[in-house]
């Protein structure tokens, strides 16, 4: 493969993941207009949300299988435009029941998509021979925001929320089609007896559960940030309710900025250094807003935006790393990769209904020892297994490095 196809295919992940969080960006920012068309309330809408999560599961463990038989490439094609054609479920349901089932449709959709990209991603990163995957991932961050931003401005000037969800289901599967022209053509189909029976020559299903684990630990860890970190600063800290937002922003954006300039970081460190530094950091973090409510008054904000800061620092190179690891193990990675995908998901999924009893049963202060636990089992259970995996040499064409 020469230099120019390596590069395409790179500008063609690029494109899927900003599209892919263009696309999350727009249906968690009309949430709140679905909400009042269907009068759902909060149990419905929650519902919905959980219905969204377990579809995206299910067609996570689907699509691995699907990637290694007929490549990422072709799974790409169909996985990225079909996440967002399905937006149009959800925007032009009628009613709650048939929201609820387009909502498990749109999980499918989504889950396809997560699962064929990452893989991809890790078969490009493979021919480059050097990390590149952490910017795909900011750049899917970046998407997210471009399509929050976007819907709150049709919003301002007036534009309804359903024919923007409308829309975009039509047009953005169209500009899918030709970043999917771009990516890397199909491997050969030869493949060894091993490689057939196991899903790849040199992966262990073992090291697979503990990356798993790993990614489990750093999901939950972020969305303890992503849905406690506003509610931290009102509820503990007692911040004024304009200025609780902030220690949000504030972990978003350290995570958006270390993923878009993270792949050096990984170059020069090291995936195992990388995952223990990560560990420890948004330990470190946890540690921070734990202990910022004893300081002194004037200290206890700052104390718990730097504890933030950290926690999207650290946590920004968790994804990355951990499917670096997966695509350096071999060449049919799909299996794996749906697998430990699926792992980190439960944790998006499990942690803010976990952190909500605990904090419903004692405090949110308690509750959130739980993710600074976690976040050191980020480093203490990928490290080792990412370690085993680097063992195994991979081959990596010259001419495209």
């Given at each position: 493969m020469n230099k120019s196809d390596a590069k395409r295919a790179r500008i063609a992940v690029f494109s899927f993941f900003f599209l892919s969080g263009f696309v999350m960006g727009l249906w968690a920012a009309g949430l709140p207009s679905l909400n009042d068309r269907l009068d759902l309330g909060p149990a419905r809408l929650g519902s919905v949300l959980l219905l969204v999560s377990g579809g995206a599961l299910v067609s996570m463990l689907v699509a691995g299988p699907l990637v290694d038989k007929w490549s990422s490439r072709v799974v790409c094609w169909v996985g990225g435009p079909l996440s967002a054609a399905v937006l149009l479920g959800p925007a032009l349901a009628p009613s709650y029941p048939a929201l609820a089932v387009l909502a498990v449709l749109l999980g499918i959709g989504l889950g396809v998509a997560e699962v064929a990209m990452n893989s991809h991603s890790v078969e490009v990163e493979r021919v480059y021979?050097?990390?590149?995957?952490?910017?795909?991932?900011?750049?899917?961050?970046?998407?997210?925001?471009?399509?929050?931003?976007?819907?709150?401005?049709?919003?301002?000037?007036?534009?309804?929320?359903?024919?923007?969800?409308?829309?975009?289901?039509?047009?953005?599967?169209?500009?899918?089609?030709?970043?999917?022209?771009?990516?890397?053509?199909?491997?050969p189909q030869h493949v060894t007896r091993e490689e057939s029976a196991t899903g790849s020559s040199s992966l262990r299903w073992g090291l697979v559960a503990l990356l798993g684990l790993a990614a489990f630990a750093g999901h939950l860890s972020e969305g303890a940030a992503i849905d406690w970190a506003a509610l931290h600063a009102r509820w503990v800290l007692h911040t004024d309710p304009a200025a609780a937002p902030i220690a949000y922003t504030i972990f978003a954006v350290a995570m958006t900025t270390v993923r878009l300039l993270g792949d050096p970081i990984r170059a020069r460190l090291g995936s195992v250094r990388t995952i223990q530094l990560a560990g420890v950091l948004a330990t470190c973090g946890y540690v921070l807003v734990l202990v910022a409510p004893l300081t002194a008054d004037a200290l206890q904000v700052v104390c718990a935006w730097s504890g933030w800061a950290l926690v999207g620092v650290g946590l920004a190179t968790v994804v990355p790393v951990i499917f670096s690891a997966v695509g350096a193990a071999g060449s049919r990675v799909g299996r794996a990769l749906a697998l430990v995908t699926a792992f980190g998901y439960s944790g998006l999924l499990v942690g803010p209904a976990l952190l909500g009893y605990l904090a419903e049963s004692w405090t949110l202060r308690f509750a959130l020892i739980v993710p600074a636990l976690l976040a050191a089992a980020v480093a203490l259970a990928g490290a080792p297994a990412i370690r085993a995996l680097s063992r195994v040499p991979v081959p990596v064409p010259a001419d495209s490095r």
């Open positions: 021979g050097r990390p590149i995957i952490s910017a795909f991932h900011g750049t899917w961050s970046l998407g997210g925001a471009v399509g929050g931003a976007l819907t709150a401005g049709a919003l301002k000037v007036g534009v309804d929320p359903q024919a923007l969800l409308v829309g975009a289901a039509i047009v953005v599967p169209f500009l899918y089609v030709p970043a999917a022209r771009m990516l890397l053509p199909d491997p």
